[in-house]
Structure formats: C-alpha cells, structure tokens
C-alpha cells in the first residue's frame, strides 16, 4: 500500500502515526513508516535528535557496548560509510552519528522540535489518540508510538534543601550543552552508579577537590577502551551481515561465540583463569563468565569476590577499597558498571570518599551538604543519582486509554503490558522497549531495530487488511505479566535493590521491569505472535 490509502492522512494536526521521541527509537521508527508511505509527526523533547545522547552530556560519558555493535543495522550503506574510532565511542562521537542518520535520511522535517507531550487520550469515538503538547498545540494520530527511553526521567536525591545550594549544580542526565569547567572548584558528586563512574574520574582531573557521596558501592570491569584498528573496523565492516545476526540471536545484543561451562562444574583454578580472562575482555563480557553466573548464588559468590579482590589491588588504602567493594548484592544484579580509572581516581590526594549509608545526607544547604557526621561547603554540586527509569517517562505523560483511565493509574502496583510493546486497555499505543521487554538488559540499538521492525510489520498488516485497531487482550498482558516475573525469579536479579526493580524511587511499587529471556528467545517469541495472527491482540476496525 502506498500514500493515499486509509492511513496516509496528513493535514498539518493529524497523522497516521505519532512518535514521542527523537532517540535511536524514534528516528528509525520514523525512516520506516514514512518510507511505507504512513503520515509521520515525531515530537521531540531536546532541541536536536539524539535522546539519551543529546541529554547525557556529562564529562566521560560513552556506551558500554561496543560501538561496532552498539549502532544500526537496518543500512548496509550506513554501515559502511559510518566509522567508529574508539572501542567505546563517547557521546559526542555517538551524537554525531545520530545526527548524521537524521541528515543522511532526512528526518528532520518530520520532527519537531523543543516540544514536550503533555498528554495523549484514546477517543473511542473517532478510534484516534489525541495528543497535546505542553505549548497547547493539539494533534491527533490513529497510532501513538512512545520511543521515550528507558532512562530519561531524570530523579535528583530526595534530601531536604535539594534546591537551596547556591552555587551551580548539575544532573550527569541534563548536562549542559557548553562545556563546565571545574578548574580551581569544590566538587561535591552525589551517587556512585555508571554516570558517577564514567564522570569522576574527568571531574577529579580538573577540580580542586572532590568528595564523592556513596550510598552503594558498584562493581565495575575497566573498558580497557582504545582506538580501533583500521584493520579491524575493516573486518567488521566485511562481515557485518553474520555479525549482526549473531547479535540477533544473542542473550544480550552483543556478539559472543562459544557456549560458557557453568562454574559450579569448575574447579577453583578453571574458576580463576576465566575470571582472569573475562577481565582482560573487559566491560559487560565479564558476565559471560559462566552460564550460571547470574542464577546460581555460588557462582555469583566467586566472580563477586574476584571483582572484589581487583578492587583491592587498584585502590592503595585499604579502607578505601573496602568502602568501595560491594557485598549486599551479587554481581550484575545491579547494572555492572564500565570504567576508565574509576578506582584509581581514589589514589588522588584531591578526592575523598564519604560512607553515606553510615551517616546519611541530612540536608543539603546554601553552602554544601550536611551528613549525619560531618558538613562539606562545595562550589560545585553533580547529582548523578539516575533516573526513574522504565516507567518515569511514560508516566510523566497523561496517557488516557478507553476506561478513562491513565497509564500511570494502571501501573500503579507495577507496569503491566505484553511484550512490552502494548497495554490493554490502551488500543493503538505501541512501546518502544517498554517494560516487559528485554531493553536495558541487552544492546538498546539491537532491541530497539526488534520492536520498531515489529511495530512496522503490524501497522503494514492493519493497513493491508483495512484494520484501523489493534489492543492487547487482558489475558495475554496477564499471561505476560506472569512470564516476566517468573524469568527474574529464576535468576538473582531480585535480590538487589536495583532501578530494575523500581527500588531506587521512594514509593516505586518493587517489579522487576525487564524481560531477562534473552533478546533471541523474545525476537523468537514476537515474531511467533505475529505470525499466528497476533495472537493475544483483538484486531479491528
Ligand atoms: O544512575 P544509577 P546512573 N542519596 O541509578 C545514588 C545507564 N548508563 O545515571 O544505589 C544518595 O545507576 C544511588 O545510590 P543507591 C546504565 O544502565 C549507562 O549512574 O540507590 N545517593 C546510585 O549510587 C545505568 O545503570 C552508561 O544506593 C543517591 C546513584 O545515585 C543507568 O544508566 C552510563 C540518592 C544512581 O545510580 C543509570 O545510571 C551511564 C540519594 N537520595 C548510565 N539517590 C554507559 O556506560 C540516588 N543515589 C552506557
């Protein structure tokens, strides 16, 4: 089908499709709808494309999936043309290629710019979202598509006098567009997850001092990063097509050949020898140690103490080390973080660490922070205390499906959907990995390509079959539901307080968010839905 069919209505207020959202999501959802001939209207928080890499500016920042993969698959064109430089690209370099997608396919024009949604309501009536903007400016669309993110609700610390610091003070996920020079400044850094471990390092080099608040120690693997090779990039660049399909079929996004043994059948020196090797890999490959190292609490007990004893062997005091070396939880329960320097950056003379579960924040002042034990003035505050992540985009949106109900009243006791794709109750409303949805636990480029070319195939069947509605059945959400819960529970995921599980938001109802049964089962899983006649949808007129 092509413009000029049912769906293809456009008057400047109403759309076939509208995309919240300018990220990795949104700019390809909106390269395959438009190019299927759908009317497409992105609407776009930021002033430029770019989501999580148009916000996330803070000093350090970069993916911790490797760039090669961490990057579209959908042009071969793209692939070739595009040149990453590093095995960890930083922002600014990952900005840049998702600024030259939106010019290399021009997307611009259908995207607009500084204009957050405030709402989106199904009218049953006419079968159309209306959404509004925060400007007033209404439109409508027969399809709503949320490529919001997953981590873009930021959440500063609920402390007394969060706002009465007087000098400047920073989120790391609203960082500001110029640069921000810590020379000669008291630096007080609020956090210590992968924002905090990517950022202190650079905000150590140039601040006069530092002291970093720690609520909860991290583990973290060094990204041992580096310039590619030309010779390697073009050996990727070669065999892009495999590569990509191994990631495709993959747990987690990214590609890894080989089955791991489990650690319970290894002895301590095999044990050892991987951990050994795993480090040498760096970053999120340590997971792949053993196929039973995130189920069973005894493997888990080994690779913790061996990230433990690394600690110990990169930070010169030992108290230190200790205060840094997480024990409440096992390793990669909690998102494993990737480092350049971290620990050592607690060598310097100029950074000091503050145990803040022992003798927590009281109040934040006009000149600094107050903790139950002492008072710190700083120049400089950086909050990177992270996001309500999963649902706080969603939820900041007053999304009204046909009950007259919102969103966020429905996912009051946890999010509820199917696949992550869909909520009953709200027909025509696609999630770009939503909760439910494997997201943040696999390569986001990778689950995002999955649901956007899902997303797409199901808008071209509606159209192809002169459908205009398409609404998850409360049974199949219930069943999903189930399904999500019962993965985590095989694992040890729970047993951290983790933003997986909502814990790091005062009141946030504790579910685990994301679908761990791995980006090859669920891709397995849709396609099979889609192919039985959407099974656990009811399609209509
Ligand atoms: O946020 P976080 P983030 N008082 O929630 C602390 C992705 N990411 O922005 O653990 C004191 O991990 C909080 O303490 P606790 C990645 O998926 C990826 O760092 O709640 N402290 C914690 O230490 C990551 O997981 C990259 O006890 C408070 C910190 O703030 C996700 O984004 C880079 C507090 C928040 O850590 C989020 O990371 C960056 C309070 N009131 C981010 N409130 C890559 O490498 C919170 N904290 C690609």
Not at 273 to 279: A, I, L, P, T
Request: glycine share 8%; charged share 25%.
């Amino acid at each position: 089908m092509t413009p000029g069919s049912r769906d293809a209505r456009s008057d400047g207020a109403s759309f076939d499709v509208v995309i919240v959202g300018a990220g990795f999501a949104g700019l390809y959802q909106l390269h395959r709808l438009r190019d299927l001939g759908f009317s497409v209207r992105v609407f776009e928080a930021g002033g430029g494309v770019g989501g999580t890499w148009y916000w996330n500016r803070y000093p350090g920042a970069r993916c911790d999936i490797e760039s090669v993969d961490y990057s579209y698959s959908f042009s071969p064109e793209l692939e070739q043309e595009w040149t990453w430089t590093e095995r960890y690209a930083a922002q600014p370099e990952i900005l840049s290629y998702l600024e030259h997608v939106a010019d290399r396919f021009d997307l611009r024009r259908d995207i607009q710019f500084d204009t957050r949604i405030a709402s989106a309501h199904f009218d049953e009536a006419t079968g159309r979202w209306a959404l509004e903007t925060e400007a007033g400016e209404s439109v409508s669309a027969t399809y709503c598509v949320m490529a919001t993110g997953c981590l873009s609700s930021t959440k500063v610390p609920e402390v007394p006098g969060v706002d009465a610091f007087a000098g400047p003070t920073f989120h790391t996920g609203r960082w500001p567009h110029e640069p921000v020079d810590f020379t000669g400044q008291r630096v007080g850094v609020i956090g210590t997850g992968s924002s905090a471990i990517q950022s202190i390092p650079h905000i150590a080099r140039q601040a006069e001092s530092v002291v970093i608040f720690q609520r909860t120690p991290n583990f973290s693997v060094p990204a041992w990063n580096h310039p590619l090779d030309p010779e390697y990039v073009a050996e990727v660049k070669a065999s892009y097509p495999e590569r990509r399909e191994l990631c495709r079929q993959s747990q987690a996004g990214f590609p890894i050949t080989g089955e791991p043994g489990t650690a319970r059948e290894a002895s301590e020196e095999e044990r050892a020898e991987q951990f050994g090797e795993k480090w040498q890999e760096g970053g999120l490959r340590f997971l792949g140690a053993f196929a039973d190292l995130l189920i069973d609490p005894e493997a888990n007990d080994a690779a913790s103490e061996f990230l433990r004893s690394k600690i110990r062997e990169r930070v010169e005091d030992p108290e230190v080390a200790a205060l840094l070396s997480p024990s409440a939880y096992p390793c990669g329960t909690k998102r494993l973080c990737v480092d350049i320097g971290y620990y050592e950056t607690f060598n310097r003379d100029n950074v000091t660490l503050v145990d803040i579960r022992s003798a927590p924040i009281e109040e934040i002042t006009k000149t600094g922070v107050v903790t139950a034990a002492a008072t710190y003035e700083f120049d400089t505050l950086v909050f990177a205390t992270g996001f309500d992540a999963m649902t706080g985009a969603l939820s900041s949106i007053d999304i009204v499906g046909t009950g007259g109900r919102s969103l966020k009243e429905k996912w009051q006791e946890g999010p509820r959907s199917y696949l992550g794709l869909a909520v009953a109750e709200f027909p025509n409303l696609f999630l770009i990995t939503g909760p439910g949805s494997p997201s943040v636990l696999s390569n986001m480029v990778v689950s995002i390509e999955q649901h956007v070319d899902w997303i797409t195939d199901c808008l071209v069947h509606l159209r192809t079959a002169d459908l205009g509605r398409i609404e998850a059945t409360e049974e199949a959400e219930e069943e999903w539901v189930t399904l999500v819960a019962a993965v985590a529970d095989f694992t040890l995921f729970p047993r951290a307080n983790s933003w997986y599980i909502g814990a790091n938001v005062e009141g946030k109802p504790r579910v685990f968010m994301p679908y761990i049964g791995g980006v090859n089962t669920y891709r397995a899983q849709c396609d099979e839905i889609a192919a039985n006649d959407y099974a656990g949808f009811s399609l209509g007129a």
